[in-house]
């Protein structure tokens, strides 16, 4: 069974850098086809996408986030890393972590409140 897990600090002061891991078990990150995104959601508002890492190593990025969202891997240890530059308080929310494969489905792991506030 695929599984997903967020972590990374619950609480991130303004203008800081947001670092957040995605550890994945029961599937490789390189898998074919496998891609790997950062999506969150803001309370009381609907889902955002921010970017995602493919398979191959290629990224892609939501044009809101592009200039300060960086998606990273680490093969050997199974992780994807999201670096969120310049937070403010409207980065608040719950940041999930979703992938996996057309052939044997996405998950989604289980969230990680992140609180931006000085």
């Known amino acids: 069974q695929v599984q997903l897990q967020e972590s990374g600090p619950g609480l991130v002061k303004p203008s800081q850098m947001l670092s957040l891991t995605c550890t994945v078990s029961?599937?490789?990150?390189?898998?074919?086809?496998?891609?790997w995104n950062w999506v969150r959601q803001p309370a009381g508002k609907g889902l955002e996408w921010m970017g995602a890492i493919y398979f191959n190593g290629s990224t892609y990025y939501s044009p809101h986030f592009e200039s300060r969202t960086s998606v990273s891997r680490d093969t050997s240890k199974g992780q994807v890393t999201l670096k969120l530059n310049s937070v403010a308080p409207e980065d608040t929310a719950v940041y999930y972590c979703?992938?996996?494969?057309?052939?044997?489905?996405?998950?989604w792991g289980q969230g990680i409140q992140v609180t931006v506030s000085s």
């Open positions: 029961g599937s490789s990150i390189t898998a074919m086809y496998s891609f």
């Open positions: 979703v992938g996996g494969t057309f052939a044997r489905g996405y998950f």
